[in-house]
Structure formats: C-alpha cells, structure tokens
C-alpha cells in the first residue's frame, strides 16, 4: 500500500496525455458524434473561434438532447439528434485540473464529479486531459492488487435479447458510466451503454436490446486483482468488464470504477 500510495502522488503532468481533442463550436452535434467514435473517447473539448475553450459536451449530453427529443420527432428512429451546432448546447462547466494535481486527488475529482475526464487549460487553451483511461494505466503500472469485485457496481441492469431497445436506452440515459447487460438463452450477449444507444438512433423504434449491443466488453472473475484488469482493458480497448462471480454477472467495471480505485488505495 505505501508504494500505492507514493505512485499515486506524482503530479497528473506525468500521466496526463496531449493533444487535447477538441470541436468547434460551429460544428454539428452529428459531426461532433462522429468526432467522438472516431477518437474513442467519451467527452470532447468545444473551442470558439479563437481557439479557446467554452465548454464541454459528452455521449451523455448528446443522448440526453436525442432522448428529449424523440417523443416529439416525427421520424421513426430510436433517438433523434436536432440540427444544431455544439455552441447552441455545448455545457459551459468545465471540469478541470492543474497539471500538478496529483493522480490520487484528480482520481477523487473523477469519482466525485460523475466524469470520465479532467482537462487542463491555459489561459483558456486545452493543453492536456486527464482520463480514467490515464488512471488504468497508472493502476496497472503501479500493480495495485484490490480484487475487482470490492470496487464493482452492482448490481447491474440486464435485459434480454428480446426485450425492447428503448428499454436499454432509458436505463443508460444521464448516468456516466451506466451499462446494461444483455443477455441470450442465459449466456452473455452483450452490453449497452450511452455509445451504444447513441450508434443506434436511426433503427426502428420497434427494435430489440439484443440487436443493439455492442461488444467492447470482457468477462473477469471477482477475485481477478484491479491491476490485471486495468491491463486486460488497455490491451483490449474493452470499455466494459462484465464482472462474475461463479459464472453469473456480479457487476459492471468501468472508468469511473477504476479511478475509485486509486481515490480508495490513497485514503
């Protein structure tokens, strides 16, 4: 643990990474979508046009504003994103963080905040970004044992194949980090989360859970120690861990998980 801890506080300038990715404020909420999936990542920095940040705007936004929306469009999709540009919507909050933060009070901000990234600004300028993605690896570079199944959420929503889409999509709507597991014939299927939903607005209001999973996600046991899953999710680009406990789903493991992890290890 006092290696742990030592780790943990060295300043997020060590770990953070740069170039920031940011949108333009005049860019469409489908552009900036595209931006999102392109650079897997989960928020994105909106910039005016002198190249300085106004805000923030996430999956979790852009489901919000679709989700809002929908009961009103005429069309027949499960979401509807409006014709807007990020400026009409972006959120002004930035959540940030001094480059000389250390990892274990920036992983207290992410749990705290609900949020999968800190940014760092200059005089208004995105300059770097702190992500539970940089905790993972701090976590596996440090070796931090915690059992996976002592920092998991759970339980975890799961649906089956068959059940409606928009069920998954309701479950997952306003909350970072939010999974469903989808289930066939007893056996995992797949997951929805916020991106999921999101890939999946132009299909038939009619369609099932099952049709929209994804399947960035493995499967760990319990007892499989945090920094082996950190390392499992890095190589695999795995944006979920479907954890288990004697074959059946315990929970789900996700960023915000991971940065607990580090916020409880320097307590």
Known sequence: MFLSMMSFDVPIREHMSAPVVVVSADDSLEEVLVTLRARRITSVVV????G???GVLSYSDLLQIGRSLTPYSMGAGLLSLPSMVAGDVVRSEIIQADPDTSVAAAARLLRDRGVQR??????GWAVGVFSTRDAMKVIAQVGLRTPIG?????????????????SA???VQGTSGACVVVV???????IVTQQEA???????????????????????DVRTPIDTAARFALATRARRIIVTERGEVFGSLSGLDFAAAIADAAT
């Open 47 to 50: 910039v005016g046009r002198d």
């Open 52 to 54: 300085r940040a106004i």
């Open 118 to 123: 800190l940014y760092v600004l200059e005089l």
């Open 184 to 190: 066939e014939d007893g056996l995992f299927a797949g």
């Open 198 to 220: 999101l890939a999946a607005r132009e299909l038939p209001k009619d369609t099932p859970a099952g049709r929209i999973a994804g399947h960035a996600a493995i499967c760990l």
């Open 169 to 171: 999509i309701n479950r």
């Open 150 to 166: 002592a920092v998991t959420r759970a339980p975890v929503p799961v649906l089956q194949a068959s059940d409606p889409a928009t």
